[in-house]
Structures are given as structure tokens and as C-alpha cells.
């Protein structure tokens, strides 16, 4: 079984300033980390994802994530954010090697503040 | 390439009654999973489907719900005689492989509001 765990539910945050959404996950087998961003009543959109190689991976619009395994972590990272990145924020995970049968974390809400 | 389509997307059911929400995969993706996201809480994994299979639906409610995925045509997801507690958005995922598969590509949502 896997579990996936974001400890904050909303995250406000000035334009301009760096955020960080914190995801923890829990695996008995090895896994592909993802990360979905949902706007307003809008389906899910794929961020970025970690299948392998370098633990660091990036987004086109800014975002970053760093897979580290002895922590069980898939943090996401900006170093400036803009009002356009207002949303809620999924972590997810699935086996790797298994089909798309994903868990969900259950979200951060991004609140960027002008 | 149209992405993954959902209709409707929004469906409003008095308790009792049928609900009805379909979702067509991306073209050449014959994968298809259902998951629910109930208000204020994450995407929970309800089925697994490939064409005229059911491959896991170890998340779907024991009764009232089931879905299906002919062989012409979209998946079904059909929740019979509604009740409040199943107001929530449905999304559809596809995927173009099963085992393996390293992304699935997520619809707009169906959101059931049962009155």
C-alpha cells in the first residue's frame, strides 16, 4: 500500500516570493512521484514527475522538485511566484512499473497574495 | 489531438435518480481509470478499465456504482438511485499503456450535485 502525505492544506504567499509545498510519501516498492495542478474548477494538468535519474526535475514554468528517497520526499519548489500560480497543488505517487492507479495526497491550496 | 473528454461537465441528479457520466480517452490510449474527489479532499482511485475489461475496481462502492468500457465508444461510469453523498467530481484518466506507464492524462471532470 502507499500513502501520500502533504501537511499543509493552504499555503498564502506574496507575489514574488519563493514558496515550497511539502509532500511526503510512504512505498513498500519503488514508485514514480508526480506532481498535478488543478486551477478552479478545472481537471488535473501534469506539473512535472520523477521516474528516475537525476533526483531534481523541473517544470516549464518555474517549478522544481527533488526527489529524496531517505527522506521519502518529492518537495516543489519556486523561487518567485506569480498570481497565475494561485491553485491547489496535488502530490502523487504510483508503483513504478504498474499501471496508473495513483494515490493522491490531499492537496495545497497556493494563495498568492499581491 | 484532443485531449481526454468528460461530458458532462456538470450534472445535477434529484436523489433516487441515475447518473450517467462518460469520458472518451485520448485518441490511440485504451486505458482508462475513474477516480472521485469529494469536497475538500483529494483524488481517490475508484476502477481501472481496458476495452471490455474491468482490470481493478477496488475502489468503487459496493453498491449502486459500476462502470464499463465497450468496445466502440466511451468508458461509463453509472451510479444508480443518487444520493447527497455522492456529490463530487469524477474525473477520467487514459493512459496508452497499463503496466508501466509512466503518465496517465487527466479529463475536465464530470461534478454531480445530487439535490
Known amino acids: 500500500a502507499q500513502s501520500v502525505t502533504q501537511l499543509d492544506s493552504q499555503v498564502p504567499v506574496f507575489e514574488e516570493a519563493p514558496v515550497e509545498l511539502r509532500c511526503n510519501y510512504s512505498s513498500s516498492v519503488s514508485v514514480y512521484l508526480f506532481w498535478y495542478v488543478q486551477y478552479p474548477n478545472q481537471g488535473l494538468q501534469l506539473l512535472l514527475k520523477?521516474?528516475?535519474?537525476?533526483?531534481l526535475v523541473k517544470s516549464i514554468n518555474g517549478f522544481e522538485a527533488e526527489f529524496n528517497k531517505s527522506q521519502t520526499s518529492f518537495h516543489l519548489r519556486k523561487p518567485s511566484v506569480h498570481i497565475s500560480d494561485t491553485a491547489e497543488y496535488f502530490c502523487a505517487v504510483i508503483s513504478s512499473g504498474g499501471y496508473q492507479k495513483v494515490t493522491f495526497g490531499t492537496g495545497t491550496k497556493l494563495q498568492v497574495i499581491p | 489531438n484532443a485531449g481526454v473528454m468528460q461530458n458532462p461537465r456538470h450534472l445535477v441528479r434529484r436523489r433516487g435518480q441515475e447518473a450517467r457520466l462518460r469520458c472518451s480517452p485520448m485518441k490511440g490510449h485504451s486505458h482508462v481509470y475513474w477516480y472521485r474527489q469529494l469536497p475538500e479532499e483529494g483524488l481517490k482511485f475508484m476502477v481501472y478499465?481496458?476495452?471490455?475489461?474491468?482490470?481493478?475496481e477496488s475502489g468503487m462502492p459496493k453498491e449502486r456504482f459500476s462502470a464499463e468500457f465497450p468496445k466502440e465508444g466511451p468508458s461509463i461510469l453509472r451510479i444508480q438511485q443518487v444520493v447527497r453523498g455522492d456529490s463530487a467530481a469524477y474525473f477520467c484518466a487514459s493512459s496508452r499503456a497499463g503496466a508501466g506507464s509512466t503518465e496517465a492524462f487527466f479529463g475536465q471532470g464530470t461534478r454531480l450535485t445530487v439535490v
Open positions: 520523477y521516474l528516475s535519474g537525476s533526483t
Open positions: 478499465l481496458q476495452k471490455e475489461n474491468i482490470i481493478d
